[in-house]
């Protein structure tokens, strides 16, 4: 009975080997998941799955336009050539009876540290483009009455980016 036995639990171990071979020899080689964003599949070795490139940016404005700002979302954008090449960057615009309104300008003139008579403030990186109306630093948490404010770091480059005659297009 022993060589019976020993038969058996040949055939056994034979047969599980067989499935063995058919499963791990049906399956094709799969790539990796990265283990976290960005970083590579195995540590120490280079990506096998490269990174997808960031998505593209885009502003709702005319191609000729190099400020572009949406009243709707509170969002602005800085753009060269038809391509955004800053933001989009939060803002703030005009109170009721105060509303910024939308449209095509440009940018009449500029002054790093502007002082408004009429609201006894400073605008600090200040670009007029409709009469009285500016970009500048201010409180986005709070609507103006009609000027864009914007962040410190949003009023710096969009103060840097543009010059006189400069297209500033402002939507809903």
Request: hydrophobic share 40%.
């Amino acid at each position: 009975m022993s060589v019976n036995n020993s038969r058996v639990r040949l055939a056994t171990y034979a047969l599980l080997a067989g499935i063995a071979a058919v499963i791990f020899g049906a399956t094709t080689t799969a790539q990796a998941t990265p283990l976290w964003p960005g970083g590579p599949d195995i540590p120490g070795l280079p990506a096998i799955v490269p990174p997808l490139p960031p998505a593209p940016v885009y502003a709702p404005c005319s191609a000729d336009t190099r400020l572009c700002m949406r009243l709707s979302t509170n969002e602005a954008w800085l753009m060269e050539d038809g391509r955004v090449t800053y933001g989009p960057t939060p803002i703030s615009h005009g109170r009721p009876g105060y509303e910024t309104p939308p449209g095509r300008f440009r940018v009449a003139f500029k002054k790093e540290d502007h002082w408004s008579t009429m609201h006894n403030a400073p605008m600090k990186w200040a670009v007029f483009f409709n009469g009285d109306i500016a970009t500048h630093i201010g409180p986005i948490e709070e609507q103006s009455h009609g000027c864009i404010r914007m962040t410190p770091e949003g009023a710096e480059a969009t103060y840097n980016h543009l010059s006189p005659g400069d297209i500033v297009e402002v939507v809903e």
